[in-house]
């Protein structure tokens, strides 16, 4: 079956740099891209890794390793519009649900 | 903005009531899904559609059911519906086609949906 899997909630104060894992098992990869949703709102697309290492955009920064199915995103310098749900998803290779999600990650930051 | 609305954004809704949520994308996308997220869980794709031609799903009860008259909206039709089919359901395009990372999805805000 496929399996990706992510923490539930995490917590950090404004500032700091919070790292969020995602591990997955799908059939056949085609890219691994990272989603952030505020409550209420639309995911939306922060960053993709298809070849291993890291990726950095700004404060966000994704890193992928294939041969452990293994992702992260770290978030530096915390800012409190920071808090929301943070989204892991496959690109695989099948032709019906090529996405497979994780259920999200909940990052709260504090003052 | 993602370029993709969806409305209306919440419903409340008796088991035995018809509605319908409605979504449009303004990206010039070639693909459009339904999605529905509860809480704590994955996102669970319910339909496709990939140049106007719905991708077959037999797992997705027949209460719900999925229009696309053209590539740009989308419709899910609800009848009949139980109360565990509360949760927010989002609308996503896409353009499919060579290179991975362009088959990224852009989602709508969603509609939050409550069957009483």
């Known amino acids: 079956g496929q399996n990706i899997d992510q923490p539930t909630e995490m917590t950090a104060t404004e500032g700091a740099i919070v790292q969020i894992n995602c591990t997955y098992q799908?059939?056949?990869?085609?890219?691994l891209f990272w989603y952030q949703q505020h409550a209420g709102e639309a995911p939306t697309f922060l960053s993709y890794n298809v070849l291993d290492g890291l990726e950095e955009k700004g404060r966000f920064s994704s890193f992928l390793s294939r041969s452990k199915g293994y992702s992260y995103l770290l978030l530096k310098e915390l800012q409190m519009k920071d808090s929301a749900s943070y989204l892991c998803a496959v690109l695989t290779t099948d032709s019906w649900g090529k996405f497979q999600f994780g259920a999200g990650t909940q990052v709260v930051v504090t003052p | 903005e993602t370029g993709v609305t969806q409305t209306p954004r919440h419903l409340v809704m008796g088991m035995t009531n018809k509605k319908s949520l409605k979504c449009e994308q303004h990206l010039g996308h070639n693909a459009m899904y339904w999605y529905k997220q509860s809480a704590k869980k994955p996102l669970e794709l319910m339909f496709v559609?990939?140049?106007?031609?719905?991708?077959e799903n037999n797992s997705v009860p027949s209460r719900f059911s999925p229009e696309c008259p053209n590539s740009s909206h989308l419709f899910l039709h609800l009848h009949t519906l139980q109360p565990e089919d509360s949760a927010l359901y989002l609308c996503?395009?896409?353009?499919?086609?060579?290179?991975?990372?362009?088959?990224?999805?852009?989602f709508g805000s969603g509609t939050q949906l409550s069957v009483l």
């Open positions: 559609y990939s140049l106007e031609e719905r991708v």
């Open positions: 996503a395009s896409s353009q499919e086609g060579p290179g991975e990372e362009n088959e990224k999805l852009f």
């Open positions: 799908t059939s056949g990869f085609n890219g």
